[in-house]
């Protein structure tokens, strides 16, 4: 745990699944970046989309330092490290696109995820899937990024429908 928290974010997410253990980066490192892990659309069998998440954490110089995620997830592949360019350039706020529950057909919840940095414009990865809509993006406060997060995951349902990830919350660290 970091003694920098200030705030706690969370976006809109799925109504399904628990939160893992919060990950942090190192002390005086701050997330600058992120990947994916998304299930592509499948047809016939049964969807999750989002799967997990993965944050690059830098230095203010913004050299990458390491990465951390909460949790694999189970199924979709990895997509490639999207960042903040430049230096002092930290992930800052956070939205997830979203899928209402379906009631009888095939329930995905998270489909992507876009960040928005502190000194340009938001990132995105490139293997989002298309269903649902984009949700309002949840900032952390002035002199603050993201450090850390909590992914909303629902475990394996055996036969039943799986949705895989629903959602994070994110945890803010002064700057």
Not at 131 to 151: H, N, R, V
Not at 155 to 163: G, S
Request: proline share 5%.
């Amino acid at each position: 745990k970091r003694h920098d928290v200030v705030q706690t974010i969370e976006p809109k997410s799925g109504p399904w699944g628990e939160f893992t253990n919060t990950v942090y980066c190192e002390t005086n490192t701050w997330a600058i970046g992120f990947r994916q892990r998304v299930e592509k659309p499948c047809d016939k069998c049964d969807d999750t989309a989002l799967n997990a998440l993965e944050l690059l954490c830098g230095k203010k110089d913004g050299t990458s330092v390491k990465s951390i995620k909460a949790h694999d997830g189970f199924w979709g592949d990895w997509s490639e490290v999207v960042r903040c360019p430049g230096d002092k350039n930290f992930l800052k706020g956070v939205s997830f696109k979203i899928e209402p529950p379906q009631e009888l057909g095939d329930d995905t919840a998270a489909n992507d995820c876009r960040f928005a940095c502190s000194r340009s414009s938001n990132i995105f990865a490139s293997n989002g899937d298309p269903w649902g809509d984009w949700q309002e993006m949840k900032y952390c406060p002035p002199s603050t990024a993201i450090c850390g997060f909590s992914l909303k995951l629902e475990n394996m349902q055996d036969k039943e429908d799986d949705t895989a990830a629903n959602g994070a919350k994110f945890e803010c660290c002064s700057l």
